[in-house]
Protein backbone atom coordinates (compact mmCIF):
# COMPACT_ATOMS: atom_id res chain seq x y z
CA UNK A 1 0.00 0.00 0.00
CA UNK A 2 1.31 3.43 -0.52
CA UNK A 3 1.32 6.41 1.65
CA UNK A 4 -0.13 9.66 0.85
CA UNK A 5 2.29 12.24 1.68
CA UNK A 6 0.51 16.18 1.85
CA UNK A 7 2.58 17.09 -0.85
CA UNK A 8 0.46 14.72 -2.43
CA UNK A 9 3.62 12.18 -3.92
CA UNK A 10 3.21 8.80 -2.51
CA UNK A 11 5.57 6.92 -0.53
CA UNK A 12 5.99 3.41 0.35
CA UNK A 13 5.03 3.22 4.31
CA UNK A 14 7.82 0.98 5.04
CA UNK A 15 10.08 3.27 4.58
CA UNK A 16 9.01 5.73 7.02
CA UNK A 17 8.62 2.57 9.24
CA UNK A 18 12.14 1.53 8.72
CA UNK A 19 14.14 4.97 9.11
CA UNK A 20 12.32 5.62 12.41
CA UNK A 21 12.36 1.48 14.12
CA UNK A 22 16.05 2.10 13.31
CA UNK A 23 16.41 5.51 15.57
CA UNK A 24 14.35 4.03 18.43
CA UNK A 25 15.64 0.48 18.54
CA UNK A 26 19.16 1.02 20.45
CA UNK A 27 18.41 -1.63 23.10
CA UNK A 28 16.78 -4.70 21.92
CA UNK A 29 13.96 -6.37 24.15
CA UNK A 30 10.47 -6.05 25.69
CA UNK A 31 11.34 -2.78 27.38
CA UNK A 32 13.21 -1.07 24.62
CA UNK A 33 10.32 -2.46 21.98
CA UNK A 34 7.67 -0.64 23.64
CA UNK A 35 8.66 2.60 22.82
CA UNK A 36 9.09 1.85 19.26
CA UNK A 37 5.97 0.79 19.53
CA UNK A 38 4.56 4.30 19.69
CA UNK A 39 6.75 5.20 16.73
CA UNK A 40 5.78 2.42 14.51
CA UNK A 41 2.12 2.58 16.34
CA UNK A 42 2.03 6.68 14.98
CA UNK A 43 3.21 5.57 11.01
CA UNK A 44 0.57 2.57 10.98
CA UNK A 45 -2.33 4.58 12.76
CA UNK A 46 -1.47 7.52 10.02
CA UNK A 47 -1.74 4.90 7.24
CA UNK A 48 -4.58 2.98 8.55
CA UNK A 49 -6.50 6.35 9.02
CA UNK A 50 -6.02 7.13 5.73
CA UNK A 51 -7.54 3.91 4.38
CA UNK A 52 -10.40 3.78 6.44
CA UNK A 53 -11.12 7.47 5.45
CA UNK A 54 -10.65 6.63 1.76
CA UNK A 55 -12.77 3.46 1.90
CA UNK A 56 -15.48 4.96 4.26
CA UNK A 57 -15.02 7.93 3.99
CA UNK A 58 -14.89 8.38 7.96
CA UNK A 59 -12.35 8.61 10.87
CA UNK A 60 -10.11 6.97 12.41
CA UNK A 61 -11.93 3.55 14.29
CA UNK A 62 -12.94 4.05 17.85
CA UNK A 63 -9.53 2.57 19.58
CA UNK A 64 -6.50 4.63 19.25
CA UNK A 65 -3.59 2.46 17.97
CA UNK A 66 -1.28 4.49 20.82
CA UNK A 67 -2.55 3.04 23.57
CA UNK A 68 0.11 1.43 25.85
CA UNK A 69 0.58 -1.86 25.28
CA UNK A 70 0.05 -2.77 21.56
CA UNK A 71 2.80 -4.72 20.18
CA UNK A 72 4.17 -4.16 16.51
CA UNK A 73 2.58 -7.34 15.45
CA UNK A 74 -0.37 -6.76 17.19
CA UNK A 75 -0.82 -3.37 14.73
CA UNK A 76 0.40 -5.25 11.80
CA UNK A 77 -2.58 -7.55 12.53
CA UNK A 78 -4.95 -5.20 12.93
CA UNK A 79 -4.42 -3.31 9.62
CA UNK A 80 -3.22 -5.66 6.91
CA UNK A 81 -2.93 -3.26 4.85
CA UNK A 82 0.32 -2.20 6.05
CA UNK A 83 3.43 -3.72 5.01
CA UNK A 84 6.46 -3.77 7.11
CA UNK A 85 9.42 -5.65 5.18
CA UNK A 86 10.49 -8.93 7.29
CA UNK A 87 14.00 -7.91 8.18
CA UNK A 88 13.04 -4.37 9.57
CA UNK A 89 10.38 -6.13 11.98
CA UNK A 90 13.01 -8.66 13.10
CA UNK A 91 14.96 -6.10 13.66
CA UNK A 92 12.47 -4.21 15.92
CA UNK A 93 12.32 -7.64 17.75
CA UNK A 94 15.97 -7.89 18.82
CA UNK A 95 16.88 -10.71 20.31
CA UNK A 96 14.73 -12.94 22.83
CA UNK A 97 16.53 -11.44 26.23
CA UNK A 98 16.41 -14.57 29.12
CA UNK A 99 13.91 -15.28 31.13
CA UNK A 100 15.51 -15.91 34.73
CA UNK A 101 13.98 -19.20 37.06
CA UNK A 102 14.39 -19.72 41.20
CA UNK A 103 15.62 -22.83 41.38
CA UNK A 104 13.10 -24.49 43.45
CA UNK A 105 14.64 -27.82 44.81
CA UNK A 106 17.57 -28.81 46.90
CA UNK A 107 20.81 -30.64 45.23
CA UNK A 108 21.20 -32.95 48.35
CA UNK A 109 17.84 -33.99 47.78
CA UNK A 110 18.68 -34.86 44.30
CA UNK A 111 21.82 -33.49 42.65
CA UNK A 112 20.60 -34.30 38.97
CA UNK A 113 17.51 -33.05 39.04
CA UNK A 114 16.50 -29.29 38.85
CA UNK A 115 13.04 -28.16 39.84
CA UNK A 116 11.09 -24.79 38.62
CA UNK A 117 8.09 -23.60 39.74
CA UNK A 118 6.75 -21.02 36.93
CA UNK A 119 3.61 -18.78 36.89
CA UNK A 120 1.98 -19.22 33.27
CA UNK A 121 1.35 -15.08 32.43
CA UNK A 122 -1.39 -15.30 30.41
CA UNK A 123 -4.83 -13.00 30.25
CA UNK A 124 -6.73 -10.51 28.09
CA UNK A 125 -4.12 -8.54 26.58
CA UNK A 126 -3.81 -4.96 28.05
CA UNK A 127 -3.82 -3.67 24.19
CA UNK A 128 -7.74 -4.58 24.21
CA UNK A 129 -6.81 -7.07 21.24
CA UNK A 130 -7.04 -10.63 22.13
CA UNK A 131 -5.09 -12.74 24.88
CA UNK A 132 -1.56 -11.76 26.29
CA UNK A 133 0.48 -15.28 26.88
CA UNK A 134 3.86 -14.97 27.99
CA UNK A 135 6.74 -15.74 25.90
CA UNK A 136 8.73 -18.11 28.23
CA UNK A 137 6.40 -19.06 30.42
CA UNK A 138 3.37 -20.08 27.72
CA UNK A 139 6.91 -21.89 25.91
CA UNK A 140 7.21 -23.75 29.11
CA UNK A 141 3.46 -24.74 29.83
CA UNK A 142 3.80 -26.41 26.01
CA UNK A 143 6.52 -28.31 26.88
CA UNK A 144 6.54 -32.36 27.22
CA UNK A 145 7.89 -35.00 28.67
CA UNK A 146 11.64 -35.66 27.23
CA UNK A 147 11.66 -32.33 25.38
CA UNK A 148 14.95 -30.61 25.53
CA UNK A 149 15.34 -27.05 27.04
CA UNK A 150 18.39 -25.02 26.72
CA UNK A 151 19.27 -22.92 29.73
CA UNK A 152 22.27 -22.11 32.03
CA UNK A 153 22.54 -21.24 35.69
CA UNK A 154 23.12 -17.75 37.19
CA UNK A 155 24.40 -17.05 40.30
CA UNK A 156 22.26 -14.12 41.44
CA UNK A 157 24.34 -10.83 42.92
CA UNK A 158 23.96 -10.35 46.08
CA UNK A 159 23.21 -14.15 46.47
CA UNK A 160 20.07 -15.20 47.83
CA UNK A 161 20.99 -18.17 49.83
CA UNK A 162 20.40 -20.08 53.41
CA UNK A 163 22.47 -19.32 55.84
CA UNK A 164 25.37 -21.95 56.36
CA UNK A 165 24.51 -23.45 59.46
CA UNK A 166 21.27 -25.93 59.30
CA UNK A 167 20.20 -24.88 62.91
CA UNK A 168 19.66 -20.95 62.09
CA UNK A 169 15.86 -19.78 62.07
CA UNK A 170 14.44 -18.89 58.89
CA UNK A 171 11.49 -16.44 58.16
CA UNK A 172 10.06 -17.50 54.17
CA UNK A 173 7.81 -15.53 53.04
CA UNK A 174 7.18 -16.36 49.14
CA UNK A 175 3.35 -15.54 48.25
CA UNK A 176 2.89 -17.50 44.70
CA UNK A 177 5.82 -18.27 42.54
CA UNK A 178 7.34 -16.68 45.28
CA UNK A 179 8.01 -19.57 46.80
CA UNK A 180 10.17 -20.92 43.90
CA UNK A 181 13.81 -20.72 45.63
CA UNK A 182 12.30 -21.04 49.37
CA UNK A 183 10.75 -24.12 48.58
CA UNK A 184 14.62 -25.36 47.92
CA UNK A 185 15.47 -24.52 51.16
CA UNK A 186 12.80 -26.07 52.94
CA UNK A 187 14.04 -29.01 51.18
CA UNK A 188 17.40 -28.83 52.13
CA UNK A 189 16.33 -28.34 55.53
CA UNK A 190 13.64 -31.57 55.31
CA UNK A 191 16.83 -33.20 54.07
CA UNK A 192 19.18 -32.58 56.45
CA UNK A 193 16.50 -33.34 59.37
CA UNK A 194 16.34 -36.49 57.43
CA UNK A 195 19.54 -37.43 57.97
CA UNK A 196 19.68 -36.49 61.90
CA UNK A 197 20.92 -32.95 61.62
CA UNK A 198 19.06 -30.50 63.83
CA UNK A 199 18.00 -27.55 61.95
CA UNK A 200 16.40 -24.87 62.86
CA UNK A 201 12.33 -23.71 62.62
CA UNK A 202 11.49 -21.68 59.49
CA UNK A 203 8.19 -19.52 59.89
CA UNK A 204 6.70 -19.79 56.47
CA UNK A 205 4.69 -17.24 54.88
CA UNK A 206 2.92 -18.23 51.68
CA UNK A 207 0.22 -16.62 49.67
CA UNK A 208 -2.52 -17.50 46.87
CA UNK A 209 -6.08 -16.63 45.78
CA UNK A 210 -7.60 -20.16 47.24
CA UNK A 211 -6.55 -22.74 48.63
CA UNK A 212 -8.58 -24.95 46.20
CA UNK A 213 -6.86 -23.67 43.15
CA UNK A 214 -3.69 -22.11 43.22
CA UNK A 215 -1.74 -23.15 46.45
CA UNK A 216 2.01 -24.47 45.64
CA UNK A 217 3.54 -27.12 47.50
CA UNK A 218 0.52 -27.38 49.59
CA UNK A 219 1.11 -30.93 50.65
CA UNK A 220 4.53 -30.82 50.92
CA UNK A 221 3.79 -27.66 53.31
CA UNK A 222 1.73 -29.82 55.49
CA UNK A 223 4.36 -32.29 56.03
CA UNK A 224 7.49 -30.29 56.41
CA UNK A 225 4.78 -28.85 59.12
CA UNK A 226 4.37 -32.41 60.94
CA UNK A 227 7.93 -32.80 60.61
CA UNK A 228 8.37 -29.88 62.79
CA UNK A 229 10.52 -27.91 60.53
CA UNK A 230 8.13 -25.12 59.22
CA UNK A 231 5.57 -23.07 60.51
CA UNK A 232 3.38 -22.17 57.78
CA UNK A 233 0.87 -19.18 57.83
CA UNK A 234 -0.97 -18.06 54.71
CA UNK A 235 -2.81 -15.38 53.04
CA UNK A 236 -5.55 -16.12 51.04
CA UNK A 237 -6.77 -13.02 49.19
CA UNK A 238 -10.01 -14.45 47.68
CA UNK A 239 -11.04 -16.21 50.63
CA UNK A 240 -13.63 -13.81 52.89
CA UNK A 241 -13.32 -13.85 56.27
CA UNK A 242 -9.91 -15.65 56.60
CA UNK A 243 -7.38 -13.80 58.61
CA UNK A 244 -5.00 -12.80 55.81
CA UNK A 245 -5.35 -11.39 52.35
CA UNK A 246 -1.85 -10.74 51.73
CA UNK A 247 1.43 -11.83 53.37
CA UNK A 248 1.88 -8.62 54.93
CA UNK A 249 -1.39 -9.13 56.87
CA UNK A 250 -0.09 -12.51 58.29
CA UNK A 251 3.16 -11.23 58.93
CA UNK A 252 1.50 -8.52 61.20
CA UNK A 253 -1.14 -11.47 62.27
CA UNK A 254 1.95 -13.37 63.44
CA UNK A 255 3.37 -9.98 65.07
CA UNK A 256 4.70 -12.39 68.35
CA UNK A 257 6.04 -15.13 66.66
CA UNK A 258 7.81 -13.43 63.86
CA UNK A 259 9.67 -10.78 66.87
CA UNK A 260 10.92 -14.19 68.60
CA UNK A 261 12.28 -15.82 65.41
CA UNK A 262 14.00 -12.51 64.75
CA UNK A 263 15.28 -12.48 68.39
CA UNK A 264 16.40 -16.24 67.79
CA UNK A 265 19.02 -14.91 65.16
CA UNK A 266 16.58 -16.13 62.47
CA UNK A 267 17.49 -14.96 58.05
CA UNK A 268 14.62 -13.28 56.57
CA UNK A 269 13.88 -14.24 52.55
CA UNK A 270 11.44 -12.26 50.84
CA UNK A 271 10.90 -13.75 47.35
CA UNK A 272 8.25 -12.62 44.74
CA UNK A 273 6.78 -9.23 43.39
CA UNK A 274 9.20 -6.42 43.98
CA UNK A 275 6.34 -3.78 43.10
CA UNK A 276 4.03 -4.42 45.72
CA UNK A 277 4.64 -6.96 47.92
CA UNK A 278 8.05 -6.77 48.86
CA UNK A 279 7.71 -3.09 49.96
CA UNK A 280 4.32 -4.27 52.26
CA UNK A 281 6.46 -6.62 53.51
CA UNK A 282 9.42 -4.28 54.98
CA UNK A 283 7.02 -2.16 56.20
CA UNK A 284 5.19 -4.60 58.07
CA UNK A 285 8.64 -5.90 59.40
CA UNK A 286 9.55 -2.36 60.12
CA UNK A 287 5.90 -1.74 61.88
CA UNK A 288 6.45 -5.25 64.69
CA UNK A 289 9.82 -3.61 65.12
CA UNK A 290 8.02 -0.23 65.99
CA UNK A 291 5.41 -1.91 68.45
CA UNK A 292 8.28 -4.12 69.63
CA UNK A 293 10.74 -1.53 70.88
CA UNK A 294 8.61 1.19 70.85
CA UNK A 295 11.24 3.07 68.47
CA UNK A 296 10.15 6.17 66.13
CA UNK A 297 9.39 5.37 62.51
CA UNK A 298 12.80 6.55 61.59
CA UNK A 299 14.41 4.21 63.26
CA UNK A 300 12.12 0.60 62.68
CA UNK A 301 12.11 1.93 58.38
CA UNK A 302 15.92 1.90 59.07
CA UNK A 303 16.22 -1.44 60.89
CA UNK A 304 15.08 -3.76 57.85
CA UNK A 305 18.29 -1.87 56.20
CA UNK A 306 20.38 -2.62 59.05
CA UNK A 307 19.13 -6.31 58.40
CA UNK A 308 20.48 -6.42 54.71
CA UNK A 309 23.54 -4.90 55.87
CA UNK A 310 24.23 -7.84 57.77
CA UNK A 311 22.89 -10.46 55.61
CA UNK A 312 20.00 -11.40 57.49
CA UNK A 313 17.30 -10.11 55.24
CA UNK A 314 17.45 -10.74 51.16
CA UNK A 315 15.33 -10.21 48.92
CA UNK A 316 14.89 -11.93 44.97
CA UNK A 317 12.28 -9.77 43.84
CA UNK A 318 11.04 -9.66 40.63
CA UNK A 319 7.96 -7.31 38.72
C1 LIG B 1 15.70 -13.23 39.44
C2 LIG B 1 14.36 -13.64 38.89
C3 LIG B 1 13.79 -14.82 39.29
C4 LIG B 1 12.55 -15.21 38.79
N1 LIG B 1 12.00 -16.38 39.22
C5 LIG B 1 10.80 -16.76 38.74
C6 LIG B 1 10.22 -18.00 39.15
O1 LIG B 1 10.80 -18.76 39.92
N2 LIG B 1 8.99 -18.32 38.67
C7 LIG B 1 8.31 -17.51 37.79
O2 LIG B 1 7.21 -17.88 37.37
N3 LIG B 1 8.85 -16.33 37.38
C8 LIG B 1 10.08 -15.96 37.81
N4 LIG B 1 10.64 -14.79 37.37
C9 LIG B 1 9.92 -14.04 36.31
C10 LIG B 1 10.31 -14.66 34.94
O3 LIG B 1 11.69 -14.46 34.67
C11 LIG B 1 9.53 -14.07 33.77
O4 LIG B 1 9.63 -12.66 33.82
C12 LIG B 1 8.05 -14.46 33.74
O5 LIG B 1 7.92 -15.88 33.65
C13 LIG B 1 7.34 -13.85 32.51
O6 LIG B 1 8.08 -14.19 31.37
P1 LIG B 1 7.32 -14.48 29.99
O7 LIG B 1 8.36 -14.64 28.93
O8 LIG B 1 6.33 -15.60 30.15
O9 LIG B 1 6.49 -13.17 29.76
P2 LIG B 1 6.90 -11.94 28.75
O10 LIG B 1 6.64 -12.35 27.35
O11 LIG B 1 8.28 -11.47 29.10
O12 LIG B 1 5.81 -10.95 29.19
C14 LIG B 1 6.01 -10.15 30.33
C15 LIG B 1 5.76 -8.72 29.90
O13 LIG B 1 4.41 -8.61 29.43
C16 LIG B 1 3.72 -7.59 30.14
N5 LIG B 1 2.35 -8.06 30.34
C17 LIG B 1 1.87 -8.74 31.39
N6 LIG B 1 0.59 -9.01 31.24
C18 LIG B 1 0.22 -8.46 30.04
C19 LIG B 1 -1.01 -8.38 29.34
N7 LIG B 1 -2.12 -8.89 29.84
N8 LIG B 1 -1.01 -7.75 28.15
C20 LIG B 1 0.11 -7.21 27.64
N9 LIG B 1 1.30 -7.24 28.26
C21 LIG B 1 1.37 -7.87 29.46
C22 LIG B 1 4.46 -7.44 31.46
O14 LIG B 1 4.31 -6.15 31.97
C23 LIG B 1 5.89 -7.74 31.05
O15 LIG B 1 6.54 -6.59 30.55
C24 LIG B 1 11.87 -14.40 37.86
C25 LIG B 1 12.46 -13.20 37.46
C26 LIG B 1 13.68 -12.83 37.95
C27 LIG B 1 14.29 -11.54 37.48
Given at each position: ??????????????D??S???????????????????????????????E????????????????????????????????????????????????????????????????????????????????????????????????????????????????????????????????I?????????????????????????F?????????????????????????Q???????????P?????????????T???????????Y?????????????????A?Y??????????????P???????????????
Open positions: MGRSSSSGSTTPPHSVRRARARVADPGPAAVRPAVGRVGRVVAGAARVHAGVAGQGFGARPVSRAWSSVLGLLERFEAVELPLAVFLEMMGPIRPRFYSISSAPSANPRHVRLTVGLLEGPALSGDGQYRGTCSACIAALEPGDVVYGYVRVPSPTFAPPADPATPLILIGPGTGAPLRGFLEERATQHANGTQVGLSQVVGCRHPEHDYFYRQEMQDWEQAGIAVHTAFSAVTGHARFVQNAIAGAADVWQAIQDGAYIVCGDGRRMAPAVREALAIRQKTGSDDETAQQWAQLETDERYQQDVFA
